[in-house]
């Protein structure tokens, strides 16, 4: 069975302008008055909660008229669609610069194996599952996730950035030893299913398994899509 390698796609998340449009909100000063509510809206989600957010708020800690705030972002909703870009552009950098750090392939590195193995161990450590900006991340998508019945944009966001890491994932596999007969878009969607299906069950019960044994159990699962023979003990290595 043949299959086309994708090509790979950039591993930053695209960050569209959310504000009214049109080039007055171009210039130096607009961007820097939508940084600052951007800004103020997170402080308020990390000290007070998500359920706290209110544009009434946000005037408050951005310093800032109510014409002034809808005149970059019209809605409480558009604040928090860019809240999401700023706060996924960060995670990934961070990951990012922990795997360099660590020694592991880089992202879109072709490796994908190698990849897999940090980046389950990674994702499941006890450090990744306590961040606040992490956890803040989490807030959002899912509140994301409870309105998509009747937020179109919420869904198309939470689409969008899903497959921008299906497409990050396959890419890499594509290139890194995957079994042919497995479409590359496929086995990353399991992987997506895996990595974020674990993360949940930690957001709610931090002890609710081993994590370096569920680490290695998910990469004796995948290993035979890669051809790989692997028992847990040579997953570590």
């Known amino acids: 069975m043949s299959l086309d390698v994708p090509q790979q796609p950039s591993w930053e998340p695209d960050l569209p302008e959310t504000g009214v449009a049109g080039a007055h909100l171009d ?3 607009a961007r820097k008055r939508r940084e600052e509510i951007l800004s103020a809206a997170e402080a308020i989600i990390a000290s007070e909660g998500l359920p706290r957010l209110s544009l009434g708020q946000i005037e408050k800690r951005a310093r800032m008229s109510r014409g002034q705030l809808t005149y970059y972002f019209p809605t409480k909703e558009a604040i928090l669609l860019a809240v999401f870009d700023r706060m996924l552009a960060r995670m990934i ?8 750090q660590a020694g592991a392939p880089r ?22 599952h306590r961040s606040p900006a992490n956890c803040d991340l989490f807030a959002l998508i899912h509140t994301f996730l409870a309105q998509i019945g009747h937020r179109e944009d919420f869904r198309v966001k939470l689409a969008a ?38 993360s949940d069950q930690l957001a709610v019960d931090s002890d609710a398994f081993d994590r370096p044994q569920m680490a290695m159990m998910c990469l004796h699962i ?16």
């Open 27 to 29: 210039s130096e000063i």
């Open 93 to 100: 950098a961070t990951k990012i610069a922990a795997a360099e």
């Open 107 to 128: 992202p879109g590195s072709g490796s994908a194996w190698d990849c897999l193995r940090f980046g389950f161990q990674s994702n499941l450590s006890e450090s990744e």
């Open 161 to 198: 950035a899903n497959d921008q890491w299906r497409q990050f994932l396959a890419a890499d596999m594509a290139n890194g030893g995957l079994d042919p007969q497995f479409p590359p878009e496929l086995v990353a969607s399991i992987v997506m299913a895996l990595m974020r299906g674990l």
């Open 222 to 237: 995948l290993a035979p899509l890669f051809g790989r023979v692997s028992s847990p003990a040579e997953s570590e290595s």
